[in-house]
């Protein structure tokens, strides 16, 4: 029987399940996919296709899993600020041949009556937060960089997130778990009932989560807008028709 030929996705993203869900007609019948997560969330969304859940063991584990599995395009639909595995992705596909792609989505931009202040890191953003000496501080930087806030005093920071992050008792932070996509009825109602005066977020992009930045925009909050991380050069396109386009192209050619 013919090999179906296989795309590995690097998946965790809303863009990741977008490009899974256009693809699962064609599973088994022309194209065969495996999904992977980072295993970063408990309870990622269970798509179509193979899905495998962990690290690969570096660039060499990855050209390897490449060349055995084989994989004959890749897509790194990561989270735009994943930056090891980007970086570890590109090097191993470069290793084994194998053809990559990147859908990642469109930045935020500013526009008329926005207040951002942009930092490259979490280091930078605390220290910003810390010069501005705020009351109370949104978080919405996830559970996993919270480490460069902790020694700031004075402001209570809110820390939103999708999963309990591990709150210091001696430090002024409240927990609001939820899930996106949020609403701006619901992001303004959040920054005026909680008196937030300091934002501090990711410059993730995409739809689901942008009401905040509209909402602080009419409510008068700074925003603390922590840039991407460099990564390396590779084919980018921003839509998952681009990104279907691409395989198929590859796959007939292969």
């Known amino acids: 029987m013919r090999r179906l030929p296989t795309a590995l996705v690097l998946g ?5 399940t977008a490009l899974i869900e256009a693809l699962a007609p064609r ?3 022309d194209l ?3 999904v992977s997560f980072a295993g970063r969330t408990t309870r990622p969304t269970a798509p179509a296709g193979t899905v495998r859940i962990g690290g690969f063991g570096g660039v060499d584990g990855l050209a390897e899993y490449l060349s055995s599995t084989p994989v004959d395009v890749a897509v790194d639909a990561l989270h735009p600020f994943a930056a090891v595995m980007p970086c570890n992705a590109a090097e191993a596909c470069r290793a084994v041949g194998v053809d990559l792609l990147r859908l990642q989505r469109p930045s935020w931009s500013t526009t008329d009556g926005d207040d951002w202040a942009p930092v490259a890191d979490m280091s930078e953003a605390s220290a910003e937060v810390a010069l501005r000496s705020p009351q109370r501080v949104l978080l919405t930087i996830g559970r996993q960089e919270l480490d460069p806030f902790r020694p700031i005093v004075g402001p209570t920071f809110l820390v939103r997130s999708i999963e309990p992050p591990d709150l210091d008792g001696a430090w002024a932070a409240v927990s609001i778990l939820d899930r996106g996509p949020f609403h701006l009825e619901g992001e303004r ?8 005066d300091l934002l501090v977020t990711k410059n993730s992009g995409g739809t689901a989560t942008a009401a905040k930045l509209t909402a602080a925009r009419e409510l008068g909050v700074p925003v603390v807008m922590v840039e991407r991380p460099p990564k390396p050069p590779v084919l980018t396109v921003s839509s998952v028709d681009e990104a279907t386009a691409w ?3 590859r796959v007939q050619e292969s």
């Open 12 to 16: 965790g993203t809303t863009e990741a």
């Open 27 to 29: 599973i088994g019948r």
């Open 32 to 34: 065969d996919v495996v």
């Open 189 to 196: 109602d959040l920054l005026a009932r909680e008196s937030v």
């Open 247 to 249: 395989i198929d192209e």
